[in-house]
Nanobody
């Protein structure tokens, strides 16, 4: 079955960096668009970044533009999120997700993703 597993969360001071990874299995990775979402306590899950199947098309939430970089390695069936200049408001559980879509369009809506990882906690202290 399809499985997504996130790695790389942790506790970091404001201004620091973390790199999240999402390893996929049980699917043909190049048939899927990928995305990162996050959820802070008491808030709804929100879109962070998305990447299309071949990495040509990328989109970010305004709140992370210029600080986060999404990428994917199709040979390793893995997606990444490099997070720099972290802020306390970046704190939350970060989820990776995939959607069976092969186009240049980036999916920003959570309910259009079919599979989700279990999430990894990112905590940014001030």
């Amino acid at each position: 079955q399809v499985q997504l597993v996130e790695f790389g969360g942790g506790l970091v001071q404001a201004g620091g960096s973390l790199r999240l990874s999402c390893a996929a299995s049980g699917l043909t990775f190049t048939n899927y668009a990928m995305g990162w979402f996050r959820q802070a306590p008491g808030k709804e899950r929100e879109f962070v970044a998305g990447i299309n199947w071949n990495g040509i098309s990328i989109n970010y939430a305004d709140s992370v533009k210029g600080r986060f970089t999404i990428s994917r390695d199709n040979a390793k069936s893995t997606m990444y999120l490099q997070m720099n200049s972290l802020k306390p408001e970046d704190t939350g559980v970060y989820f990776c997700a995939c959607a069976a879509k092969r186009s240049i369009i980036i999916i920003r809506t959570a309910n259009e993703y079919q599979y989700w990882g279990q999430g990894t906690q990112v905590t940014v202290s001030s």
